[in-house]
């Protein structure tokens, strides 16, 4: 029972520092674009598990998080992880294309 215990609170703790870490890659990604975001937060869109093309499996975590522009539209914004690593942050304009950073 102990050990389910650590268990659940290393799992809680992991999670908590990648949203942190995840919030942090955000914002830097918004000034360097000149871009603002919004509410200063990031959400949970997406949790999984998925296969990397060395075939091993990790979990795979999409957050999601709005930006704007000029300060009065909002944008959608995602970030890709797997495992603890960023795989692509992904920004979409108001025409609907996607801007990629790794």
């Not at 955000?26 to 990031?42: A, F, G, P």
């Not at 995602?78 to 495992?83: A, E, L, S, T, Y």
Request: aromatic share 14%; charged share 20%; proline share 1%.
């Amino acid at each position: 029972m102990l050990v389910l215990l650590v268990f659940l609170i290393y799992i809680w703790y992991e999670t908590f520092r990648l949203r942190e870490y995840v919030l942090i890659k955000c914002k830097q990604v918004c000034r360097e674009s000149n871009l603002q975001l919004l509410d200063q937060t990031i959400a949970l869109a997406a949790l999984s598990i998925k296969k990397t093309p060395s075939g091993r499996f990790h979990l795979y975590r999409c957050y999601g998080f709005e930006f704007s522009v000029n300060g009065t539209e909002r944008l959608r914004g995602f970030v890709d992880m797997m495992g603890s690593y960023i795989s692509a942050i992904r920004l979409e304009d108001a025409e609907g294309t996607t801007i990629y950073y790794h």
